[in-house]
């Protein structure tokens, strides 16, 4: 059981600050997951809970004690190394054991612990094995071994599963997640640049960027109601298509958007929040695009195709739109044939467009600021916000556009 | 036509490739005459008489009689072989601990001015024995250490420092710095950590280092003539040239005497080369 809150954490290396202060609160037994940008910070931010890297100034604080200045391995933390960091001249059961004889504990304590462990991790078998004699998966799985023996409250994952081929990475993947299940009091804190990972192992995502967290939240609140333009196109993949548009005006309800493309937006928002001339960004998900078959009628963008790669089960489509230099993706069903400069229309559900102002907020979320800023300032890091967040983007529709035929 | 022109063209070609493997080989092969030849005739001559060697030198001896190294062996060599072998062994494991902690230092410590450090340690490479020989020998006199197996021990040690740390420290500049932090969250102190992680990772370049102090130490002269004056107490070298004084005439238990010096650290070479190349490569590009 271990609460792990982080207060106004800056970390800087000489004049250069990297962690500009994070505040941070983790339950006990949650599985958060750090995403971001190589450089982001969110390594860093891993190490210096760690005690790998000294704070610079703030508070690291684990079960209400301030833990900035105690040793690594009285934290009651344990890591996994993105290289394993096995001792290669020890034997899977020394490697495991080496922090328990430090500690001094005895060696039939140290016996049954490092067992158990095996057990619990496939490895009873290979036990007075060298590490060079085993397999990356195997080894991954001693590291997470050697971990779980000091029965940590809480445990960090540095990019663990980074140097496994693709199928040991789901396979690995998954035994962290049934691992997480079988732990269910243990914290643990997992950074990744793997979108796939971060959704689906954590129970919350921190996301960063230069140092700075954009958001937390559970995967899908991320997914759906990303805070600004950086977390929209973070997250998912391919990244979020986005079009600039301007506001235009306003009539019974509705505020109308011309795009830079030349086509027109409806939106039927708060008009308090899009006033006249403001510049948005509009954001629509490859996934969450449609294209419109010949001959029916609707609001649609038009464009040609470009470029188009086949993932087998999905084809992602690389579209010039008509009216703008901007490439747009399609994620569309694989069943349907396209080729190079067919020309397409295509569109969105209302409830999948995004909205964000110049500053790349989302209006969302810029409402609830906007209304509500005390209330919301903080807790918005907690990630448990923007529940009522998204009426800007549900309400908004693609119109008939300039450019429709 | 072309075809037959072409054929001709790889025909020499591989004639001047094939010769030039020939001369490479001949050469070669001259140049392990040239260093051999003379270990080869001197292990010969041990066994040769001195009217064998004065009438013939380069004839085969007459029959292999050990009598000339059984002659050398109780005439000296045995007593210089055991203090070549005490100060060698003892100078190579002062070295390699004294170097492999300052490299240790070198490389993980968060020292301030760091870079300065590793040159003051680097730079006594730079410094020669010769110079400092009149003022060493004045401070083993005063810390009685003059003519004892210390002096030379600490001697070795002390000039033999800077090399060992030079490649002790290119060698932990490779290893992952992931095990040692690996290590301080498993809650290892740094001596825990030198002593069981860091030390045994860098057992290949120890034994380097250990092999090419030994062939330092077994080989040195000048502060061996200088810091030990008894008989009992001479290393090798200093050994053979009182041999030499003492048997002057008396060539065949010279060279017995000289195959006995070279013969352990010949074998040494020869069983422990691959560690001696590696240990001269290891510095490069660090």
New interface residues.
């Given amino acids: 059981m271990a609460d792990l809150t982080l207060r106004n954490i800056r970390k800087s290396y000489a004049d250069f600050e990297v962690l500009h202060g994070i505040d941070l609160d983790i339950k006990s037994g949650e599985f958060i997951v750090f995403v971001g940008p190589s450089g982001c910070g969110k390594s860093t931010l891993l190490r210096s809970i760690a005690g790998l890297e000294t704070i610079t100034s703030g508070d690291l604080v684990i079960d209400g004690e301030r833990m900035n200045t105690v040793a690594p391995s009285k934290r009651g933390i344990s890591m996994v190394f993105q290289s394993y960091a096995l001792y290669p001249h020890m034997t899977v059961y020394e490697n495991m054991a080496f922090g328990l004889r430090i500690a001094g504990v005895s060696k039939a304590e140290i016996d049954e612990r490092v067992q158990k462990a095996g057990e619990i991790l496939q490895l009873s078998k290979y036990l007075q094995r060298l590490p060079k004699a085993l397999s990356g998966g195997q080894r991954q799985r001693v590291a997470i071994g050697r971990a779980i023996v000091r029965n940590p409250r809480v445990f960090l994952f540095d990019e663990p599963l980074s140097n496994l081929d693709a199928a040991l990475r789901v396979a690995t993947r998954i035994e962290i997640a049934k691992l997480k299940q079988s732990m269910p009091d243990v914290t643990m804190i997992y950074v990744t640049h793997d979108q796939v990972e971060a959704m689906t192992l954590a129970d919350r995502i921190v996301v960063f960027k230069d140092g700075n967290i954009e958001q937390v939240g559970t995967p899908l609140e991320l997914y759906k109601r990303p805070a600004n333009l950086f977390v929209a196109q973070f997250i998912g993949s391919p990244a979020m298509n986005i079009l600039e548009g301007t506001v235009v005006g306003k009539s019974q309800g509705v505020t109308h958007l011309m795009l830079e493309c030349g086509a027109e937006l409806n939106v039927s928002a708060d008009r308090g929040v899009l006033p006249v001339g403001e510049r948005l960004s509009i954001g629509i998900r490859p996934e969450n695009t449609q294209i419109i078959p010949a001959g029916e009628h609707g609001p649609v963008l038009t464009g040609t195709v470009d470029f188009v790669e086949h993932l087998g089960e999905v084809q992602i489509l690389y579209v010039d739109m008509v009216g703008s230099a901007q490439k747009y993706l399609i994620k569309t069903a694989d069943d349907e044939a396209y080729a190079r400069m067919d020309t397409i229309r295509f569109t969105a559900r209302t409830n999948d467009i995004h909205l964000f102002d110049a500053k790349g907020r989302s209006i969302a979320g810029r409402i609830l600021e906007d209304h509500a800023l005390t209330h919301v300032s903080r807790s918005r890091f907690r990630g448990d916000a923007p529940g009522g967040g998204g009426t800007a983007q549900r309400s908004a529709g693609l119109r008939t556009g300039a450019l429709d035929p | 036509m072309s075809v037959s022109h072409q054929s001709r063209e790889t025909e020499r070609t591989d004639f001047v490739a094939v010769l030039a493997k020939v001369c490479l080989v001949a050469f070669l092969i001259s140049l392990g005459v040239v260093v051999l030849y003379p270990l080869f005739w001197m292990a010969l001559n041990g066994f040769k008489t001195n009217a064998e060697i004065f009438g013939n030198p380069f004839a085969l001896p007459g029959g292999f009689s050990v009598a000339n190294y059984i002659a050398a062996w109780n005439q000296g060599i045995r007593n210089y072989i055991a203090t070549s072998v005490i100060v060698t062994l003892g100078s190579a494991v002062c070295t390699v601990l004294v170097s492999a902690w300052t490299a240790y230092g070198l490389t993980r410590s968060k020292l301030p001015g760091k870079p300065f450090f590793v040159g003051i340690v680097l730079g006594g490479l730079m410094l020669s024995p010769t110079v400092a020989v009149i003022p060493l020998v004045r401070m083993m006199q005063d810390l009685g250490l003059y003519n004892t197996y210390w002096a030379l021990i600490i001697l070795y040690t002390a000039f033999r420092i800077p090399f060992t740390t030079f490649l002790i420290r290119a060698y932990m500049l490779g290893l992952?710095r992931?095990?040692d932090?690996?290590?301080?969250?498993?809650?290892?102190s740094e001596g825990?950590i030198f002593w069981?992680?860091t030390l045994?990772?860098c057992?290949p370049i120890l034994v380097s280092c250990v092999i090419l102090h030994v062939l330092f130490a077994w080989n040195e002269y000048l502060f061996a003539m200088i810091f030990t004056s008894g008989a009992d107490l001479q290393t090798l070298p200093v050994g053979l040239t009182s041999i030499m004084a003492k048997h002057g005439t008396n060539y065949a238990v010279v060279f017995a005497a000289m195959t006995l010096s070279a013969l352990p650290i010949v074998m040494t070479f020869f069983a422990a080369q691959r560690f001696f190349i590696r240990g001269l490569a290891e510095g490069i590009g660090k």
Avoid at chain 2, 181 to 188: R, S
């Fill in positions: 992952p992931d095990l932090e690996a290590a301080i969250m498993d809650g290892a825990q069981k992680v045994p990772l057992k």
